[in-house]
């Protein structure tokens, strides 16, 4: 969408700021976004764009409203070509929505949340099998597989994407699920040493609030350890995020050593579901970091997804690369919703959805779709 001439008034100019914010919040980051930033993509004076958004959050919130609103359908089909419309949707919601104040980014998530109940309610018309949580488990899949296409910069022909996107959400819908049991509260490992309690507590505020919204004084308060004493286990709050992001990335690389997909997903799985914070950052956070980091980190996970894309074999690079991107976004929004992460059988229910998903052999369906 290009920016009226300066000095004319259109009648759409509010859906001009909305997009525009929302092309350079993705694509820089909202911290690193100004309010005039966003007056010049629209070639307007900060008053006028005042006169629109008291400040950013309020612009944030009306730009993540905004895209979650654009899927408020339930038709696979629908919904496939809606988030192919809103790629920026996942990260939009996922990476920027956590620099609103909680209250409002609730707020703002509510279409999502919605959507999620319709899609499980409809899975149990069709699928009277199904208990409340394998439903809710199911229609967030689906969500995800769909919302993935944020997340990969695969650019397939039109309509045949949106017939891909809306079969991988029907292979979900059909999945034969474990019985996830009863629910159970998180287990917390103790930390080993002070180092490792800081490491710890700062990995869990970063994915919380975002790396920006947390200073070095509240993470040491959190951990129970004095200011100064901080200083004495990490230079600053960036090593901190550094830190947890490499320890990330090299677990997650050990799980390469193995020739087998099926237990590369396994190890994805238990990771991922046992070190959700770690996760968190890995999707939100490594554009904080500065150079070399940031793009050493960025080859080492494009170097992951190549992995899992090689080892699917004959399957063509690019629709296994949206298949691999699938499973994984399937995996990470499991284990980044507490609601679903503490089911005890998540693991399990999410290794299986993976297994279809990658057409792995075993894996099991009802033959149900929507």
Request: hydrophobic share 45%; glycine share 6%; charged share 25%.
């Amino acid at each position: 969408m290009s920016a009226p001439a300066r000095g004319t008034r259109p009648r759409n100019r509010r859906v001009l700021i909305v997009a525009a914010a929302a092309e350079l919040f993705v694509r820089r980051g909202y911290p690193h976004v100004a309010m005039g930033d966003i007056a010049d993509a629209v070639a307007i004076g900060p008053s006028a764009l005042y006169r629109h958004f008291r400040g950013k959050q309020e612009l944030l919130a009306a730009v993540v409203e905004d895209a979650l609103t654009a899927l408020a359908v339930t038709d696979f089909a629908e919904l496939a070509t809606a988030t192919l419309d809103r790629r920026d949707v996942g990260i939009l919601w996922q990476r920027e929505s956590r620099h609103l104040d909680p209250a409002e980014r609730h707020r703002v998530g509510r279409p999502l949340r919605r959507l999620a109940r319709q899609l499980a309610g409809d899975l149990r018309d069709r699928r009277p099998e199904l208990t409340a949580d394998q439903a809710t488990l199911l229609a967030w899949s689906v969500l995800a597989v769909l919302v993935s296409v944020s997340f990969q910069r695969v650019d397939l022909p039109r309509p045949a994407y949106d017939e891909l996107m809306t079969s991988l959400a029907g292979e979900v819908a059909a999945v034969r699920l474990p019985d996830l049991g009863e629910r159970a509260p998180e287990r917390v490992a103790e930390p080993a040493s002070r180092r490792e309690l800081l490491l710890t507590t700062a990995t869990r505020l970063f994915a919380e609030r975002g790396f920006h919204s947390v200073a070095i004084e509240e993470v040491g308060a959190a951990a129970g350890i004095a200011g100064p004493s901080v200083y004495h286990h990490f230079e600053n709050k960036a090593e901190l995020l550094m830190t947890a992001l490499r320890t990330g990335a090299d677990a997650l690389g050990d799980g390469l050593r193995t020739a087998s997909l099926p237990a590369l997903l396994r190890s994805y799985a238990g990771y991922s579901l046992a070190h959700h914070n770690v996760v968190d950052l890995l999707i939100t956070e490594v554009g904080l970091l500065p150079e070399p980091e940031r793009h050493e980190l960025r080859r080492t996970q494009r170097e992951y997804v190549e992995s899992w894309v090689r080892l699917l074999g004959d399957v063509h690079p690019d629709l296994a690369r949206v298949r691999v991107q699938a499973a994984l976004t399937v995996v990470n929004d499991v284990a980044r919703t507490p609601h679903l992460r503490t089911l005890p059988g998540a693991e399990d229910a999410v290794r299986v959805v993976g297994s279809a998903l990658l057409g792995l052999s075993g894996s099991s369906t009802s033959g149900h779709t929507l």
